[in-house]
């Protein structure tokens, strides 16, 4: 059963840093990896997807890669800024042919000004 | 597309009535998600289905929660009778080639 592991649980920095989010899935055998924002009482935002060949997707300040073999991967955040702060979740769906999402239980982010 | 549509966003009602979840996925993806998120829990999946078909249900927790897709623009999740302990925000999302996409979510509270 794949299981996903985000650290750390949560992060408070000063606005304009740099900052790394990790994580970490138990079986390499991915389709893809999915990196989600999540604000209070809202759904889901998909920030980046990163195919099982790829080894990063850039989006602005966010850049994440993937190493499958190692069965992690990191969310980069440059300059952050005070709305950044949110939940960030990634997901892993399984490379069997379904789709079903295994989600982290998420790194919570806070940057003050 | 205006992504996935959920409704209603808010849902207060008694213990043991029934309660129906609605979703519109996006035009075109071929999986659809049912997800349950708590604070105790986090995102929990519930049941998906791929081209209208129920694939895995084996996240339901009773048999008072069902789900339904009968076309390919909508989906159900029933629970029946509710109780407190289902309390929760319950998301919809549908994927096509691996990419999820969430609606807004219902928030759940059985009193």
């Known amino acids: 059963k794949q299981e996903v592991t985000q650290i750390p649980a949560a992060l408070s920095v000063p606005e304009g840093e740099n900052l790394v989010l990790n994580c970490s899935f138990t079986d390499s055998a991915i389709y893809n990896l999915q990196w989600f924002r999540q604000d209070p009482g809202k759904g889901l935002t998909s920030l980046l997807l990163?195919?099982?060949?790829?080894r990063e997707q850039t989006s602005g300040r966010l850049n994440a890669s993937l190493d499958k073999s190692s069965g992690r991967s990191t969310l980069y955040i440059a300059a952050s800024q005070p709305g950044d702060s949110a939940t960030y979740l990634c997901?892993?769906?399984?490379?069997?042919?379904?789709?079903?999402?295994?989600f982290g239980k998420g790194t919570m982010l806070l940057v003050s000004p | 597309d205006a992504g996935v549509i959920q409704s209603p966003r808010h849902e207060v009602t008694e213990m043991g009535q029934e309660v129906t979840l609605r979703c519109k996925p996006i035009?075109?993806?071929?999986?659809l998600f049912w997800y349950r998120q708590t604070m105790m829990r986090g995102l929990e999946l519930l049941i998906y289905?791929?081209?209208?078909?129920?694939?895995?249900d084996s996240g339901m927790p009773e048999d008072r929660f069902s789900a339904k897709m009968p076309n390919a623009s909508f989906s159900t999740l029933k629970i029946q009778p509710s109780e407190p302990r289902d309390s929760a925000v319950y998301f919809c999302?549908?994927?096509?080639?691996?990419?999820?996409?969430f609606g807004q979510g219902t928030r759940l509270t059985v009193v």
């Open positions: 289905f791929n081209n209208n078909v129920p694939i895995d």
């Open positions: 035009s075109g993806h071929d999986y």
């Open positions: 990163i195919q099982s060949s790829q």
């Open positions: 997901a892993v769906p399984m490379n069997s042919g379904y789709s079903t999402l295994t």
């Open positions: 999302a549908s994927s096509f080639e691996g990419e999820a996409f």
